[in-house]
């Protein structure tokens, strides 16, 4: 079962065991003896959650009779199962916004967005090829999208916004995701999002443009 955004769900018995592995490292037969479950049962749940890229092995422990696998979550995953983090972002800017001129915070936020961008490494290849893999990373931060194109523009709609919980119908975290995606592209990027009270990214890139900054 996944959620929305494409992450595996954590409800039932596979957040029961997260749960144990994030207070400690455990084996399959801890997990099973403390949740009352069969050892194959959890094994299962090990398995799938290890395939989601949610736990790894640590390494082996003793046991009573033969050594055991013990499970501890994978790299990233605690900040991913962390529920502050947006709400801390949403009045981080709304604080930004009410201390700083608006021309301070507009330059704040594209600076943000290319040390985002700074974080992968950039594709190479066409401005289709570079488009569709700014898109797919979007797609994988959770923000579903599709490709349009028509007469020497390319937009990437968004079925959703990655950040509506921070944007409060202001331009200035969506300029942040435009200059991302200007690093990512490495071309100019105009975001053109829809925040209404149901905001939907959306990017442009002209092809003169981008004919132009490859020059």
Known sequence: MTTGH?????????????????????????????????????RAHLTALERDGL??????????????????????????????????????????GERL??????????????????EWPRTRGSLRERIEAASALLQELGAPNEIDDSANVI????????LAAAVH????????????LEELIETPVRECCDRSDRPRCCFEIRTEAATVARA
Request: proline share 5%; aromatic share 4%.
């Open 6 to 42: 494409g992450r595996p769900s954590l409800a039932g018995t596979r957040g029961l065991i997260i749960d144990l592995i994030r207070r400690e490292p455990s084996s399959a037969t801890a997990i099973a003896r403390r949740l009352d479950l069969t050892y194959n049962a959890v």
């Open 55 to 96: 736990i790894r092995r640590a390494g082996l422990q003793r046991g009573e009779t033969r050594p055991s696998m013990v499970y501890e979550l994978a790299s990233g995953v605690e900040d991913a199962l962390s529920r502050a983090y947006m709400p801390f972002a949403s009045h981080l800017v709304r604080a930004l």
């Open 101 to 118: 001129p608006d021309a301070e915070l507009e330059s704040l936020m594209h600076d943000v967005g290319r040390r985002l961008g700074g």
């Open 155 to 162: 937009r990437i709609r968004g079925m959703n916004c990655l």
């Open 169 to 180: 119908g202001q331009p200035h975290v969506c300029h942040a995701m435009e200059s991302l």
